[in-house]
């Protein structure tokens, strides 16, 4: 069985980043690592990746073949794929079987809302390949400093949970340039925690577009406002983890509830052997060989990482070693 996170999201919200930090993470803390770029439009990848669209097709190929533009050439690529699984089987089942996959995913958006051969493509790998996947939804925070944006955004990550009916988790990216946008009109966890939408309202209402409150269309906009709020609300899905990829403490907070999200926390460790790992730090019920396992094992590692204290400044000597916990650099 194989686990791993699909990684969705906007243009430009840092999808592929954001796998290339997993992967050094994960790789620092003992997992092997498969990364799947299934975005043909990547040209320049900062990560390695194990299995690349690109060898089946690219965007340009398409573009000229077809007399497409990048949106078409794009959805294209997607259909392609989704009628040539084979070959993607083919790739993901020459994998040793404890690898972890992290597929770095397109960012149009349309492919996590209502586009067919993304679902289908989905589908197969979670059920036909029983892969265990967690969804990863990263979105800008930039969309935090703006009520239209912020409900967009809450909008879509809704719209790709049901979509795709995988364990979600979204992530605000890029947190680090929060404080360029100028002081939030809430505080922190009315974004993360995706609270009383109502409260939105009249900030949104304020924001018409140059609509007079007087013209019929005001009123329409109103209505709609508080219709979608009130969908969202109704559902009772959606809530962020901030994330700044730079940040370990941060990456090691979101890995573990991915991890939890797909059961890998749970039921494997890089070695093949079973183990569980629940809330604690310590392991209570083992002899002497398994306690050193759950000592030596990802998981506590991971725990390890999430309990470190803000104290403990990282000098960063290169972008895998800051991932690496410091318990066990010195042991
Ligand atoms: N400051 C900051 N920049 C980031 C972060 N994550 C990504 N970026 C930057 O955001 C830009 C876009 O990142 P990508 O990882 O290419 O985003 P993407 O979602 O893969 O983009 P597409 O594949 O084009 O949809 C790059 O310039 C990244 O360096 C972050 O956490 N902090
Ligand atoms: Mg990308």
Redesign the pocket.
């Known amino acids: 069985m194989n686990f791993g996170q699909l990684v969705i999201?906007?243009?430009?919200?840092?999808?592929?980043?954001?796998?290339?930090a997993m992967q050094q993470m994960l790789e620092a803390n003992g997992r092997r690592v498969c990364v799947v770029n299934l975005?043909p439009?990547?040209d320049a990848l900062?990560y390695r990746a194990t299995i690349d669209v690109s060898d089946l097709i690219t965007m340009e190929e398409v573009m000229d073949a077809m007399q497409l533009g990048p949106n078409g050439g794009l959805l294209y690529c997607v259909d392609y794929l989704e009628k040539n699984l084979a070959w993607l089987k083919k790739r993901i089942k020459e994998q040793p079987a404890d690898s972890y996959f992290l597929f770095?995913l397109?960012?149009?958006v349309e492919l996590y809302t209502h586009h067919a051969s993304m679902k289908k493509i989905v589908t197969k790998l979670t059920q036909a390949w029983r892969m265990k996947l967690t969804c990863v939804h990263?979105v800008d925070s930039h969309h935090c400093s703006d009520s239209s944006k912020f409900l967009s955004v809450v909008l879509l990550s809704l719209c790709s949970m049901t979509q795709f009916e995988l364990p979600h988790v979204n992530l605000l990216?890029?947190?680090?340039?929060m404080e360029q946008y100028g002081e939030l009109e809430f505080g922190m966890d009315f974004y993360t925690d995706v609270m009383d939408l109502s409260y939105l309202l009249p900030r949104l209402n304020r924001q018409q577009g140059g609509v007079s409150a007087s013209h019929p269309l005001s009123q329409k906009f109103h209505k709609l406002n508080a219709a979608i709020a009130e969908l969202i609300e109704s559902y009772n899905l959606v809530s962020f983890l901030p994330?700044?990829?730079?940040n370990r403490e941060m990456m090691a907070a979101a890995l573990q509830v991915i991890d939890k999200a797909n059961g890998c926390i749970y039921v494997t460790n890089p070695n093949g052997s079973s183990s569980s790992s629940g809330s604690s730090g310590s392991s209570s019920n083992g002899t002497g060989a398994s306690q050193s396992n759950a000592q030596d094992s990802w998981q506590q590692r991971l725990l390890n990482m999430v309990h470190k204290t803000q104290q403990d400044e990282m000098p960063i000597m290169d972008i895998q070693e800051k991932y690496i916990p410091r318990t066990t650099k010195d042991t």
């Not at 999201?9 to 290339?20: A, I, L, R, W």
């Not at 994330?243 to 730079?246: C, E, F």
């Open positions: 999201g906007p243009p430009g919200s840092g999808k592929t980043t954001y796998c290339h975005d439009a990547n900062p770095d397109p960012g149009q990263l990216s890029k947190l680090d340039l994330l700044d990829v730079r």
